[in-house]
């Protein structure tokens, strides 16, 4: 009996084991399918956390301005400092004694040369004029009358040249009259501009008293001291920069005048002329200025801005955009004029250097670029 009923449990068991496969089989790929939803759910949220290091570190990364190492001239320079001046100034004095009755010039007044520039009363000279005039009229006709009468044996030739030579005293104190009478009228030597008046109309002056000073300011000057050694290799005609003292973004050419043949043997300098060529208006007479002579040029020097080398003690080095990195490099230095420094080595042409935000920069960190 029992084996009657156990006949068809036994046809039906390998269908239900098929069935219980599949079963079991469905329900794997469901804890499968439950598993690889977690995974994609972690992934999903891995992948804004990646996103934000990626924000944080370019915030982080320090904004730097590049420029690139370029090839150009760079010179060294003598530099000295010393006031501008006019080449040709003078003061003018009186040369006679009197009251001034005319003043014809004022200070800041540019005159041509021989122009008068100050009349003093003339009466006493002119009568010392007539006086002179006189005094040649009669010595010239007493040596008349001596020529004739030695002619007739009636004076002696000693007699004759007594006349002469009174003829001739006169003719000097004539000319020396004529000369104070001049002197009476102050003229300018040369075309030039008045710095300063020293007198007043009505006032008496005498020999020596000062009436004016006058300055031609074509050229300007400037006279500076350098020590022997340094003079050596300068010559006349050489070109030299200059700038003002007082705004140093006021700068202009000038040329070298001419070099003392001397050394001062107190200081153990020569003194070396200067002069401006075409200064700016806004260069006055007297300004202080910096001359910079041309000691040495490099025409293809390795050049890169001033703010971008650091220095430590004595090495000197500079970051350099690599990628987004900063590079640290070692350098060694040259030359400098201006803005730029000569890089003699650690760079070449090309490379970008960091010119700010590298203060707190290490090699290897993070740059980002600013926008110009």
Do not use: C
């Amino acid at each position: 009996m029992f084996d009657e009923v156990e006949k068809p449990f036994r046809r039906r068991r390998p269908l239900l084991i098929v069935v219980l496969a599949v079963v079991l089989g469905l329900g794997g790929v469901g804890i499968l399918r439950q598993s690889g939803g977690v995974s994609e759910a972690q992934a999903a949220t891995a992948a804004p956390t990646e996103k934000a290091k990626d924000e944080k570190d370019k915030k982080e990364a320090a904004l730097v301005a590049l420029a690139p190492v370029e090839v150009g001239p760079v010179s060294a320079y003598l530099v000295a400092s010393a006031n501008l001046v006019a080449e040709d100034e003078v003061k003018l004095v009186a040369e006679a004694e009197g009251r001034v009755v005319e003043l014809l010039a004022e200070e800041g007044a540019f005159v041509q040369k021989g122009q008068k520039l100050v009349q003093i009363d003339r009466a006493d000279a002119q009568l010392a004029v007539q006086k002179a005039e006189l005094g040649l009229r009669n010595a010239s006709l007493s040596w008349e009358r001596n020529e004739k009468m030695a002619a007739e044996k009636l004076v002696s030739p000693q007699d004759v040249d007594k006349a002469r030579y009174e003829r001739d005293v006169a003719k000097h104190a004539l000319d020396e009259a004529r000369r104070r009478l001049e002197k009476t009228e102050v003229r300018a030597p040369f075309a030039g501009k008045v710095t300063l008046r020293s007198v007043q109309n009505g006032q008496t002056v005498k020999p020596g008293d000062a009436l004016f000073t006058l300055a031609d300011y074509d050229p300007l000057v400037a006279r500076i001291f350098l020590p022997e050694r340094e003079v050596l290799d300068l010559k006349p005609g050489q070109e030299a920069q200059m700038s003002l003292k007082a705004r140093d973004d006021v700068r202009f050419r000038g040329r070298i005048q001419r070099i003392s043949p001397v050394v001062d043997t107190q200081s153990g300098t020569v003194k070396v002329t200067v002069e401006a060529v075409q200064p700016p208006a806004s260069v006055r007479p007297g300004a202080f200025v910096t001359v910079g002579l041309v000691r040495e040029t490099r025409p293809q020097a390795l050049l890169v801005p001033k703010p971008a080398v650091i220095r430590e003690l004595s090495e000197a080095f500079v970051f350099v955009a690599d990628g987004d990195k900063a590079k640290k490099k070692a350098v060694q230095t040259g030359l400098e004029e201006g803005d730029k420094v000569e890089i003699t080595g650690g760079l070449a042409k090309g490379e970008r250097v960091i010119t700010s935000g590298q203060g707190a920069l290490k090699d290897g960190a993070p740059i980002r670029v600013a926008k110009s």
